[in-house]
RNA sequence: GACCCCUUCGUCUAUCGGUUAGGACUCAAGAUUUUCAUUCUUGCAAGAGGGGUUCGACUCCCCUAGGGGUCGCCA
């Protein structure tokens, strides 16, 4: 078998989304499973729909996942170049051997023509394909009107009675009839080809093997494949991923919701849960394994376990995902990951031991990574108490509990957990009180809020002196 | 509408003819003896329906239903 070869052919038109980050992966996976390439290639062929910046976009969201192509812009590659519009001479190449070929003939039909043509046929409950009137044409004609500029488009010939077989790597055998086919533009009026011409022609040259895309190509695969026969050459493996649904199970769309790549790293998900949870829609590993790494997923992945239904994104999976890997990846990893938002904040980390005190604490209730700052304020800055935790502040039980514990704890310098836990749990002894009468009081003392980390990591954070500080100014209120 | 694809707990899924149909998320209850989390335990919850094939079907075949996709000079 050849090296494996793959490609992930997005179109510039917006953001990365998490579709397309779906099938990048796939692509990336197989690729790195089979020691194969995976190939970024641009198919920038509609002029009308160029956002621009969308492929710095795009580059730079795989850059910020971790994910590099093997071949494609910036990077080069033997097979360049990959942008599509800068192929253009040879799309036109191809399509000249096409017409030779008697398989593709120019068509001269305007765009209300088609549609009144459509219409027509839709009305007749006929499948609106185009009905060859430009096939008419003589040589001379056609000949003319195109040496008087006359805009024209260039239609693929498809066999008239015939059915095509697809091989597809995850559904098995298909079989499509041409009745369904149309006449495929494959050079629009502007010169520029369509994806079909584009896809097969680069597919080819840039020697994929296997052609990984999303389930919406399955009806137009005979059109490639039958491309892929007027030229002669072998087609690629084709491989057609399930789709990714919105809740209701409509296909995932950049319309619905927002599904770009970035926002969701903007909203405080990890690479590592994204990725990970992205890679579980639609492929399942062979045991009840859920959490893989990049690398891990590269080893265990193959297309026999990718399912053929569509998958629902489910976000509250995903948010498990993610506080899963803030809870167990490398402290240090993700203390330097969140340290732009501490900074941000103005809160002063300079104390490194502190601030990995912090992150330890914080990151046991964190679901996103935006969480981190705005539980951290507390052992950073003074915060405002609610009225009510002040008003039980102020209460002769909850200056008993203050008073208590601060001689003790000015007497320790720098007291370890055990310690710490001893000391508190001896004052509901001494003062004969429990539960929330005891702890609240504290609690709002020393983090400004009734709900809070374990009492003695907060003191432990904090240190003696701010400790005593802020009981100290407890007693004032 | 036509064609194509798909169909196991609400969701993601395991099962490649023989299982008490397993795991995870969500949800509920309990424990971890302050709270919020975390963690742990337990629980709720599924083979769309109908025919076949077979000693035996979630698994194979057919029909029906439901969902999705495609039907552009968009990809």
């Given at each position: 078998?050849?090296?494996?070869?793959?490609?992930?052919?997005p179109s510039p038109t917006g953001f990365l989304h998490i579709g397309g980050l779906r099938t990048a992966l796939y692509d990336y996976l197989y690729a790195r499973h089979y020691g194969g390439t995976v190939i970024l290639r641009i198919e920038d062929t509609d002029q009308n729909r160029l956002v621009t910046g969308a492929v710095e976009n795009l580059l730079n969201s795989f850059h910020k996942l971790g994910m590099e192509f093997d071949e494609g812009p910036l990077l080069g590659g033997d097979y360049g170049p990959y942008f599509q519009s800068q192929r253009l001479e040879t799309y036109h190449k191809y399509a000249q051997e096409l017409i030779e070929k008697g398989v593709a003939y120019p068509c001269f039909c305007s765009a209300e023509t088609l549609d009144e043509m459509r219409k027509?046929?839709?009305?007749?409950?006929?499948?609106?394909?185009?009905?060859?009137?430009?096939?008419?044409?003589?040589?001379a004609e056609i000949d003319k009107r195109i040496a008087s500029g006359e805009k024209h488009v260039l239609r693929l010939k498809m066999p008239d009675e015939r059915t095509f077989i697809i091989n597809d790597e995850i559904r098995g055998q298909i079989e499509i009839d041409t009745h369904q086919l149309d006449d495929q533009v494959i050079i629009k009026s502007d010169g520029f080809p369509t994806y079909h011409l584009a896809a097969v022609v680069d597919d080819h040259l840039m020697e994929?093997?296997?052609?990984?895309?999303?389930?919406?190509?399955?009806s137009s695969t005979p059109k490639h494949i039958f491309l892929y026969e007027c030229f002669g050459w072998t087609a690629p493996k084709w491989v057609h991923l399930p789709l990714i649904l919105n809740p209701d199970r409509s296909k995932l769309s950049k319309r619905m919701n927002d599904v770009s790549v970035d926002s969701y790293l903007e909203k405080g998900y990890l690479k590592e849960a994204l990725l990970n949870f992205v890679?579980?829609?639609?492929?399942?590993?062979?045991d009840d394994r859920e959490l893989y790494t990049l690398e891990e997923l590269c080893s265990e992945f193959t297309l026999e376990r990718v399912s053929k239904a569509g998958a629902v994104f489910d976000l509250a999976k995903l948010d498990w995902m993610n506080g899963q890997?803030?809870?167990?990846?490398?402290l240090d990893y993700l203390a330097d990951i969140v340290k732009p938002q501490y900074l941000n904040a103005g809160l002063d980390i300079s104390d490194e031991v502190k601030y990995h005190k912090v992150i330890e604490v914080v990151r046991s209730r964190?679901?996103?990574?935006?969480?981190?700052v705005p539980c951290s304020e507390r052992y950073y800055k003074e915060l405002d108490i609610e009225i009510k935790d002040m008003e039980l502040l102020r209460t002769e039980t909850s200056k008993g509990v203050l008073s208590w514990i601060l001689p003790h704890l000015q007497a320790m310098s720098n007291p370890d957990a055990e310690t710490l836990k001893n000391l508190i749990n001896n004052g509901t002894e001494a003062l004969a009180l429990k539960g929330k009468l005891y702890y609240t009081p504290l609690n709002i003392a020393l983090s400004y809020s009734s709900s809070?980390?374990?009492?003695?990591?907060?003191?432990?954070?904090?240190?003696?002196?701010e400790t005593l500080k802020r009981l100290h100014k407890a007693l004032t209120f």
């Amino acid at each position: 078998m050849n090296k494996v070869r793959v490609r992930f052919a997005p179109s510039p038109t917006g953001f990365l989304h998490i579709g397309g980050l779906r099938t990048a992966l796939y692509d990336y996976l197989y690729a790195r499973h089979y020691g194969g390439t995976v190939i970024l290639r641009i198919e920038d062929t509609d002029q009308n729909r160029l956002v621009t910046g969308a492929v710095e976009n795009l580059l730079n969201s795989f850059h910020k996942l971790g994910m590099e192509f093997d071949e494609g812009p910036l990077l080069g590659g033997d097979y360049g170049p990959y942008f599509q519009s800068q192929r253009l001479e040879t799309y036109h190449k191809y399509a000249q051997e096409l017409i030779e070929k008697g398989v593709a003939y120019p068509c001269f039909c305007s765009a209300e023509t088609l549609d009144e043509m459509r219409k027509d046929l839709q009305d007749k409950k006929l499948f609106p394909k185009y009905d060859r009137r430009c096939l008419q044409l003589s040589k001379a004609e056609i000949d003319k009107r195109i040496a008087s500029g006359e805009k024209h488009v260039l239609r693929l010939k498809m066999p008239d009675e015939r059915t095509f077989i697809i091989n597809d790597e995850i559904r098995g055998q298909i079989e499509i009839d041409t009745h369904q086919l149309d006449d495929q533009v494959i050079i629009k009026s502007d010169g520029f080809p369509t994806y079909h011409l584009a896809a097969v022609v680069d597919d080819h040259l840039m020697e994929i093997t296997h052609v990984i895309r999303g389930e919406e190509w399955l009806s137009s695969t005979p059109k490639h494949i039958f491309l892929y026969e007027c030229f002669g050459w072998t087609a690629p493996k084709w491989v057609h991923l399930p789709l990714i649904l919105n809740p209701d199970r409509s296909k995932l769309s950049k319309r619905m919701n927002d599904v770009s790549v970035d926002s969701y790293l903007e909203k405080g998900y990890l690479k590592e849960a994204l990725l990970n949870f992205v890679a579980l829609l639609g492929w399942h590993g062979a045991d009840d394994r859920e959490l893989y790494t990049l690398e891990e997923l590269c080893s265990e992945f193959t297309l026999e376990r990718v399912s053929k239904a569509g998958a629902v994104f489910d976000l509250a999976k995903l948010d498990w995902m993610n506080g899963q890997y803030i809870r167990n990846l490398p402290l240090d990893y993700l203390a330097d990951i969140v340290k732009p938002q501490y900074l941000n904040a103005g809160l002063d980390i300079s104390d490194e031991v502190k601030y990995h005190k912090v992150i330890e604490v914080v990151r046991s209730r964190a679901t996103l990574l935006t969480d981190f700052v705005p539980c951290s304020e507390r052992y950073y800055k003074e915060l405002d108490i609610e009225i009510k935790d002040m008003e039980l502040l102020r209460t002769e039980t909850s200056k008993g509990v203050l008073s208590w514990i601060l001689p003790h704890l000015q007497a320790m310098s720098n007291p370890d957990a055990e310690t710490l836990k001893n000391l508190i749990n001896n004052g509901t002894e001494a003062l004969a009180l429990k539960g929330k009468l005891y702890y609240t009081p504290l609690n709002i003392a020393l983090s400004y809020s009734s709900s809070c980390p374990e009492l003695h990591n907060i003191i432990e954070i904090l240190g003696i002196p701010e400790t005593l500080k802020r009981l100290h100014k407890a007693l004032t209120f």
